[in-house]
């Protein structure tokens, strides 16, 4: 599994942003799709993720400003992040998880301005 996320960028507080994360490869043994964020001397933490029976889990710190949804068809999942705030600056990086395995895309950086 390959995954490619995209979308990240500069935005005022308060604004909004759409990362995608597309999945290619065997896309069919991927059970779970989410999103972490990761910034200089922390811990990668989980925002948010979505099962393949979309399920979906978020950090305290998100939720009701982000959602994260998932097309299977097109083996993308979306993060919208809305009312976006100075913490949220982080580089973004998708994860997919299945039976014994996982994958991880590459960063997009996210950097929101006060």
């Known amino acids: 599994v390959q995954l490619q996320a995209s979308g990240g960028g500069l935005v005022q507080a308060g604004g909004s942003l759409r990362l995608s994360c597309a999945a290619s490869?065997?896309?069919?043994?991927?059970?779970?799709i989410g999103w972490y964020r990761q910034v200089p001397g922390k811990q990668r933490e989980l925002v948010a993720a979505?099962?393949?029976?979309?399920?979906?889990n978020y950090a305290d710190s998100v939720k009701a400003r982000f959602t994260i949804s998932r097309d299977n068809a097109k083996n993308t999942v979306s993060l919208q992040m809305n009312s976006l705030k100075p913490d949220d600056t982080a580089v973004y990086y998708c994860n997919a998880r299945w039976f014994q395995g996982n994958a991880w895309g590459q960063g997009t950086l996210v950097t929101v301005s006060s």
């Open positions: 490869g065997i896309t069919s043994r991927i059970n779970t």
């Open positions: 979505i099962s393949n029976g979309g399920s979906t």
